[in-house]
């Protein structure tokens, strides 16, 4: 065999095997791509059917009535209620408050509730504690969760229930209810070693009387603070300390 042939014929073995070598690696690729789109659609079929689980037992909560959501009321692992002498009515400011009882249930508070309407904030859109104890003022219940519920989803899940049932309400001031976060920035833990805070600012007066003389009323907050949330423990709370048992309660009757 001349040399030239004996070239030729190296320069087509090796041509071959670059031929086999490119075709080895294309099905390398395609199989690592497709072991990649299987695992992409796997992923996004269990985000898929996780978002669709939660938005089904979101549902399934809200239509539940408040006193079944959450903890029952005997297992929320709830104390007594706390009650204070309140002060504060009627005193504004625009500085940060040192509140004696944490989360408050009375005290000087911001010119400026937080707007009506809104049943639920988190961390991020939370207004200032001065202006929900503006709100307390006029007769609003407020629910304190603080950082460890709000870390959990489930209990999160629940409480979010409970905000879309109260936002179902429209502006009835009997559900004048406000879930917010109690953060560590804000000051001391919710007490005893509890998790949810109830709070309201009473003047011992469930159903409404038209005040007879301008002096100020005594005033009591009442602070229930529980293990969990329980929506029988807070339809329990707000049916003992409706929107009108508040010092400003009267202002929901003013123009009727």
């Given at each position: 065999?001349?040399?030239?042939?004996?070239?030729?014929?190296?320069?087509?073995?090796?041509?071959?095997?670059?031929?086999?070598?490119?075709?080895?690696?294309?099905?390398?690729?395609?199989?690592?791509?497709?072991?990649?789109?299987v695992?992409?659609?796997?992923?996004?079929?269990?985000?898929?059917?996780?978002?669709?689980q939660?938005?089904?037992?979101?549902?399934?909560?809200?239509?539940?009535?408040?006193?079944?959501?959450?903890?029952?009321?005997?297992?929320?692992?709830?104390?007594?209620?706390?009650?204070?002498?309140?002060?504060?009515?009627?005193?504004?400011?625009?500085?940060?408050?040192?509140?004696?009882?944490?989360?408050?249930?009375?005290?000087?508070?911001?010119?400026?509730?937080?707007?009506?309407?809104?049943?639920?904030?988190?961390?991020?859109?939370?207004?200032?504690?001065?202006?929900?104890?503006?709100?307390?003022e006029?007769?609003?219940?407020?629910v304190?969760?603080?950082?460890?519920?709000?870390?959990?989803?489930?209990?999160?899940?629940?409480?979010?229930?409970?905000?879309?049932?109260?936002?179902?309400?429209?502006?009835?001031?009997?559900?004048?209810?406000?879930?917010?976060?109690?953060?560590?920035?804000?000051?001391?833990?919710i007490?005893?070693?509890?998790?949810?805070?109830?709070?309201?600012?009473?003047?011992?007066?469930?159903?409404?009387?038209?005040?007879?003389?301008?002096?100020?009323?005594?005033?009591?907050?009442?602070?229930?603070?529980?293990?969990?949330?329980?929506?029988?423990?807070?339809?329990?709370?707000?049916?003992?300390?409706?929107?009108?048992?508040?010092?400003?309660?009267?202002?929901?009757?003013?123009?009727?």
């Amino acid at each position: 065999m001349s040399k030239s042939n004996k070239n030729r014929d190296r320069r087509e073995q090796v041509e071959q095997m670059r031929r086999q070598a490119q075709a080895a690696e294309r099905r390398r690729t395609l199989a690592v791509v497709a072991a990649c789109v299987v695992v992409a659609l796997i992923i996004v079929g269990i985000a898929g059917y996780s978002i669709l689980q939660d938005r089904r037992e979101k549902e399934a909560l809200k239509k539940q009535a408040l006193n079944e959501i959450g903890a029952k009321e005997t297992g929320a692992g709830c104390s007594p209620i706390k009650e204070d002498v309140a002060s504060g009515q009627g005193e504004h400011t625009t500085d940060r408050v040192d509140y004696a009882v944490q989360p408050p249930s009375f005290g000087a508070h911001n010119p400026s509730a937080a707007e009506g309407g809104v049943h639920m904030y988190d961390a991020e859109d939370r207004p200032e504690v001065e202006r929900l104890a503006h709100n307390l003022e006029h007769g609003w219940t407020i629910v304190w969760y603080d950082d460890s519920v709000a870390s959990d989803d489930e209990q999160m899940q629940v409480l979010e229930a409970t905000a879309a049932k109260f936002d179902a309400e429209g502006d009835d001031p009997r559900y004048n209810m406000i879930l917010a976060p109690w953060t560590s920035d804000d000051g001391d833990p919710i007490p005893e070693g509890k998790h949810i805070a109830l709070t309201h600012w009473s003047i011992h007066q469930p159903t409404y009387k038209p005040a007879t003389d301008n002096k100020p009323q005594d005033s009591f907050g009442e602070s229930l603070y529980c293990d969990t949330f329980s929506g029988a423990v807070l339809d329990s709370f707000m049916k003992k300390y409706p929107y009108d048992d508040a010092p400003e309660g009267f202002l929901w009757h003013q123009g009727g």
